[in-house]
């Protein structure tokens, strides 16, 4: 893991795509850091006017490989939701194959990630 940052209402951190496995589907994510977790949650409580399913909270986020650091790749930027999950209520974002094929990536690769909250 690298630095995080927090500011405001954006994130920036670093995380490895990982693989869970349901009875019916696979999904690839990557997980919050701690901090940033709990920090959104409490956030979450106290902006949303409109409570959303699962716990989910809007973001606009970016993607940007670091499998070539001497090469660096444009982040593909996209709007989701990212939600409670897994590692003890961490926030994950999800990445659909859409999404991991335009920004080259699979599981098992380190990325950088940038959220910016949409309350």
């Known amino acids: 893991m690298t630095e995080v940052v927090m500011d405001g209402l954006e994130y920036t951190f670093t995380d490895v795509i990982r693989l869970w496995q349901g009875s019916k589907s696979t999904w690839h994510y990557v997980s919050l850091p701690p901090d940033i977790s709990d920090e959104i949650h409490t956030l979450s409580q106290y902006h949303q006017t409109k409570r959303r399913g699962w716990g989910a909270v809007k973001v606009t986020a970016s993607i940007?490989?670091?499998?070539?650091?001497?090469?660096?790749?444009?982040?593909?930027?996209?709007?989701?939701?990212?939600?409670?999950?897994?590692?003890?209520?961490?926030?994950?974002?999800?990445?659909?194959?859409?999404?991991?094929?335009?920004?080259?990536?699979?599981?098992?690769?380190?990325v950088t990630i940038q959220l910016k909250l949409q309350f």
């Open 64 to 110: 940007t490989s670091n499998r070539a650091p001497s090469i660096p790749a444009p982040a593909l930027t996209w709007q989701t939701s990212i939600f409670p999950a897994f590692d003890h209520k961490r926030y994950a974002l999800f990445l659909k194959a859409e999404i991991r094929k335009q920004a080259s990536v699979r599981e098992g690769d380190a």
